[in-house]
């Protein structure tokens, strides 16, 4: 779900601010499965962390390339974020509410809390300047200079990023920045 919410979110941005040759992609569309990618989709079943097939941006078809740049990057995030909170909010609204505690209630409370989670770890990730995280976009957008020296070492930061989330970093470090978020929810 968050992977398809940031994707969707992305083409429609995109679409939005003049790239047309989104609808041609297929991408305006509510179907996860045009958004997902097997490999990525199998890695998120056995290591729980994937990936979407990404949007295929032409920044060529903006008058203003930073300024559609940044917000084809926010919008996204923004979307992952909040949808996270809805669900962290539903999730409170289904605990507060369990008058009979029973494995049904627990396991629709443990899918809307987990999903929560992911939403917001997902949104965060995707602040990293490594490609083919979102980051790169804005840092491309913010500091042109900073994108160049960032690509230099981009194998290198791809592997410590792949090792880091398969050694759990990823979700250590982003599921504690999302709970400090739901704190209070």
């Known amino acids: 779900m968050a992977i398809f919410a940031h994707e969707y979110a992305k083409a429609a941005t995109a679409y939005g601010m003049g790239d047309k040759n989104i609808r041609a992609q297929g991408r305006l569309t509510l179907n996860p499965f045009k958004h997902m990618d097997i490999l990525g989709f199998i890695f998120m079943a056995v290591f729980r962390f994937g990936w979407g097939n990404p949007v295929k941006i032409n920044f060529f078809a903006f008058k203003d390339k930073r300024k559609a740049t940044i917000v084809i990057f926010f919008i996204p995030f923004l979307v992952n974020i909040i ?7 539903a999730a409170r609204i289904w605990s507060d509410n369990m008058d009979v505690l029973n494995e049904t209630h627990f396991n629709v409370l443990g899918v809307l809390v987990s999903v929560a989670l992911i939403n917001v770890g997902h949104a965060l990730i995707n602040l990293l300047p490594i490609h083919p995280m979102s ?22 930061l791809q592997l410590v990023l792949a090792f880091f989330i398969l050694l759990g970093g990823a979700q250590a470090t982003f599921g504690a920045l999302s709970n400090i978020l739901f704190v209070g929810i």
């Open 135 to 156: 980051g790169t976009m804005l840092l491309t957008a913010v500091s042109p200079g900073a994108s160049l020296k960032v690509a230099q070492y981009e194998k290198i």
């Open 83 to 89: 949808l996270g909170v809805a669900l962290m909010v």
